[in-house]
């Protein structure tokens, strides 16, 4: 039974819309993180956070944005929709524990697909 | 380059029957290895996790064992299942800097035959 919700799973919109994908987590943990995963590619950290008004850019350029205002909650934005954003967008948490952030499993969501037309 | 590679990329089995996925990594310094399974249209669970100092884990019918000389993981299925279909995914953590990170495997897309 999931404790991180995405919304919505599935969107398909046109070029130039803007877009926000939203992400809660009901289990109080500090970090939370936003990946992007394509078809039998690996995933790839576009954004991260480490608590409220902590936010911090990923591996993989993204022209997405982030804000972490609420514990709970980390909506991701795309402020004008192109083609390229095609993609599954996967939302996780994890506690703070001890040492690095791999030391604590992350818990996903069920992801959000995306198509731009 | 930190790196995580896997094999084979897509693998069919009939129920009842086993089968062991392999991942190699050339994350250093090595932290921790895990393995995630990721159903259709689910995000990743985490299945199992191992340190440096194990080399063996195992979680009902999946053991995880893992060389960290050689940098070699595998993940053995038993008896399989048709909930076993899936894509597993072997991720590595590092400790080389204060926050450490996560490299990811594409994982390898297994399918169970009735």
């Known amino acids: 039974e999931a404790d991180i919700y995405q919304t919505p799973r599935y969107l398909v919109i046109g070029t130039g819309k803007k877009i926000t994908l939203e992400c809660s987590q009901t289990?109080?943990?500090?970090?939370m993180y936003w990946y992007q995963q394509d078809p039998g590619m690996e995933l790839h950290l576009i954004h991260y956070s480490y608590g409220v008004n902590s936010t911090e850019k990923g591996d993989l350029s993204s022209e997405s944005t982030v804000s972490r205002i609420r514990t709970e909650h980390f909506p991701l934005t795309l402020e004008s929709a192109r083609p390229s954003h095609t993609s599954q967008y996967l939302c996780?948490?994890?506690?703070?524990?001890?040492?690095?952030?791999?030391?604590?499993?992350?818990?996903f969501g069920d992801g959000t697909r995306l198509s731009i037309l | 380059k930190n790196q995580v590679e896997q094999s084979p990329q897509s693998l069919i089995i009939l129920e009842g029957k086993n089968c062991t996925l392999q991942c190699n990594y050339t994350v250093s310094p090595f932290s921790n290895l895990r393995w995630y399974k990721q159903d259709t249209g689910r995000g990743p669970v985490s299945l199992t996790i191992?340190?440096?100092?194990?080399n063996t884990k195992s979680n009902g019918r999946y053991t995880a064992t893992l060389d960290a000389d050689t940098k070699q993981s595998s993940l053995h299925i038993t008896a399989s299942q048709l909930s076993d279909s899936a894509s597993y995914i072997c991720?590595?953590?590092?400790?080389?800097?204060?926050?450490?990170?996560?490299?990811f495997g594409r994982g390898t897309q297994l399918t169970v035959w009735p």
């Open positions: 289990m109080g943990h500090d970090k």
């Open positions: 996780a948490s994890s506690e703070t524990g001890e040492g690095d952030y791999g030391n604590q499993p992350q818990h």
């Open positions: 991720v590595v953590s590092d400790r080389g800097s204060t926050l450490g990170r996560l490299y």
């Open positions: 191992m340190t440096f100092s194990e």
